[in-house]
């Protein structure tokens, strides 16, 4: 007869050491210094993450992946959409990128994500015309090549592809965006014909970014006022409900309501706004996960649903057009060490998650402003030389180092460049005005990093960066702070 302790002590093991059912994380590679591969690949398998959604096809990150059996998606970046609008090409994508890692011990790759967010808004269309044929041309070149029927391809799409109208916001009356209803029309059917999903990111952040009378709670899972969908008479209380089943909607609209959804990216981000913090990100996943683990679904799509964590790490070299907080998805910094206590099993176990092992990180040594130094004149071009070059996100309004005086801004902007340049010593050069140390500048919760040693990271001793308009904005802001 079996122990009782015995057994609800493995099921306690199974529980802790597992995540909630099919969930995957983003691998997102746009860091000035990459973790290797292997050490990604390894943390995952820590932390009993199965599945990873790529925004490419690296040949490096695949041999990672290789003979780990984590479920993958493989991605085609929007540059390349126009490409794929050639079948030929297509067959050669699938044939180097797909069928290439197609045996035992390979890389389990189960779908192929054609572009990234194609329609968005901000595109104003550049891949209007290229998304759907390139779709096509790599779902077609998948089925000739015989692994049609295991790997799909489908297009992540943002959540502003669809909406409700202004006068009855609800979720209930979601319909695709009037531009591009021909386009989405094309896409929904073929991926039904194909039996692929739909996959759309969506983030209740942005729903508060730059929103102060958005209904703070509402954006959460543990406290918001309900809404009422006037169409069903369902009550609403979070965004990401309603946001899901706005599409549910939009797919019954074009007759395909019951189609496959995948959430391809969802998070929180903890630096570069007033909402982006540590706190809030516990208060989101807190919600999200146990919710994931229960399959409740929504009122719309009750049941388990598919989904995709964003991200896995800090990338500190993506576009901060959007918005500072871009850098700071991650529930990882970018030297793959935990931010916050969660639990991946949804069962409110929370706990730091498995950090990388064996990172290497340059010398304890910081760029600090020289307080010997006396001519300031030309400080604050200094300071924009150097944010234009990194990352000083962090200084941002209502980001983790806000409370630094206008010697810390310097020193903290001056450092991000020095440990960007890998503690090159003329990157502390600042005309007179930088000064290398050995103490560390922290303050608070303000970091003053230490980058990956080179020898280790394989992109920083390669990495060339260039300046974002976003980054200039930020420097208006620091010049202000300066005066």
Not at 35 to 54: E, H
Request: glycine share 10%; hydrophobic share 35%; net charge negative.
């Amino acid at each position: 007869m079996s122990n009782p302790l015995i057994l609800n002590l493995l099921l306690l093991f199974v529980i802790l050491g597992s995540c909630v059912n099919g969930l995957g994380v983003n691998w997102g590679t746009q860091t000035t210094h990459q973790l290797p591969p292997k050490t990604i690949v390894q943390m995952l398998k820590d932390n009993g993450i199965s599945k990873v959604k790529l925004f490419d096809a690296h040949q490096g990150t695949m041999i990672a992946l290789a003979g780990s059996d984590i479920e993958v998606m493989v991605a085609i970046p929007n540059k390349d959409l126009l490409d794929m609008n050639s079948y030929d090409r297509a067959k050669q994508w699938v044939k180097r990128n797909v069928t290439r890692y197609n045996f035992k011990g390979g890389v389990s790759i189960k779908y192929v994500a054609v572009g990234n967010e194609p329609f968005l808004k901000a595109y104003n269309g550049s891949f209007l015309n290229t998304t759907f044929p390139a779709l096509q041309n790599i779902q077609n070149a998948l089925n000739e090549a015989g692994v049609g029927d295991s790997i799909k391809a489908t297009v992540p799409l943002n959540a502003d592809v669809y909406e409700s109208p202004e006068n009855n916001p609800y979720p209930s009356f979601g319909r695709f965006r009037t531009d591009i209803l021909g386009q989405m029309t094309q896409i929904v059917e073929f991926l039904s014909k194909n039996n692929a999903p739909f996959t759309v990111n969506i983030y209740p952040f942005l729903s508060l970014y730059g929103n102060d009378d958005f209904p703070f709670n509402y954006a959460f899972f543990d406290g918001g006022t309900p809404i009422v969908d006037s169409g069903t008479g369902i009550q609403y209380t979070n965004v990401f409900d309603a946001n899901f089943d706005t599409l549910v909607s939009a797919l019954k609209a074009v007759g395909h309501g019951d189609m496959p959804m995948i959430v391809g990216e969802v998070g929180w981000p903890t630096d570069g706004d007033k909402n982006a913090n540590n706190g809030n990100a516990y208060r989101f996943y807190n919600g999200l996960l146990p919710k994931l683990a229960a399959n409740k679904g929504t009122p719309l799509r009750p049941g388990y649903i598919e989904v995709y964590l964003f991200g896995l790490v800090d990338e500190d070299a993506k576009s901060i057009d959007p918005g500072y907080f871009e850098r700071h998805w991650g529930i990882f910094r970018y030297d793959g060490q935990p931010k916050f206590a969660m639990d991946l099993s949804g069962q409110g176990q929370n706990k730091m998650l498995i950090g990388a092992s064996g990172v290497k990180y340059m010398p304890s040594q910081w760029c600090m402003l020289n307080p010997d130094a006396k001519d300031m004149s030309k400080l604050v071009d200094n300071i924009k030389y150097a944010c234009t070059w990194s990352d000083c996100t962090a200084l941002g309004y209502g980001s983790s180092c806000n409370t630094l005086d206008a010697n810390g801004n310097a020193s903290y902007a001056f450092n991000m460049y020095y440990q960007i340049k890998n503690q090159d010593e003329l990157a502390c050069g600042f005309q007179g005005l930088g000064k290398v140390t050995t103490q560390n500048l922290s303050q608070g919760q303000c970091s003053f990093i230490i980058q990956l040693d080179p020898s280790y990271s394989p992109q920083s001793s390669s990495y060339s960066s260039s300046p974002s308009l976003g980054g200039l904005a930020l420097i208006i802001i620091l010049t202000f702070m300066l005066l």
